[in-house]
Nanobody, 126 residues
Framework: QVQLVESGGGPVQAGGSLRLSCAAS????????SGWFRQAPGKEREFVAAITWTGRNTYYADSVKGRFTISRDNTKNTVYLQMNSLKPEDTSVYYC???????????????????WGQGTQVTVSS
């Protein structure tokens, strides 16, 4: 099994930055595609970004492209989401997710991710 724990959320003013971290544990965390999703009140969970195990390939939702950067440090079993130029519409609970190691492709569908963190709140004020 894989356990994921997010940190780094909080309040921030529009135009500011935050860096989210997702610490993974579990002996089966190896060769997993990782992703970030977010969910605002009353809305469906939406894809934000994904990264392959090697970090060579990254993917972003159009709404965050150019502002957010996903990265990973496999020596620390940690995935990051650097969020710059934050907007009020970025306010959401952000979730870290990982696919089962058998799947090497990214996906924008939350149903394709097998492991989830508990979420961390990001609130952007105008």
């Amino acid at each position: 099994q894989v356990q994921l724990v997010e940190s780094g959320g909080g309040p921030v003013q529009a135009g500011g930055s935050l860096r989210l971290s997702c610490a993974a544990s579990g002996r089966t965390f190896n060769n997993n595609v990782s992703g970030w999703f977010r969910q605002a009140p009353g809305k469906e969970r939406e894809f934000v970004a994904a990264i392959t195990w090697t970090g060579r390939n990254t993917y972003y939702a159009d709404s965050v492209k150019g502002r957010f950067t996903i990265s990973r440090d496999n020596t620390k079993n940690t995935v990051y989401l650097q969020m710059n130029s934050l907007k009020p519409e970025d306010t959401s609970v952000y979730y870290c997710a990982a696919r089962h190691r058998a799947y090497h492709d990214y996906s924008i569908q939350s149903r394709d991710y097998d492991y989830w963190g508990q979420g961390t709140q990001v609130t952007v004020s105008s």
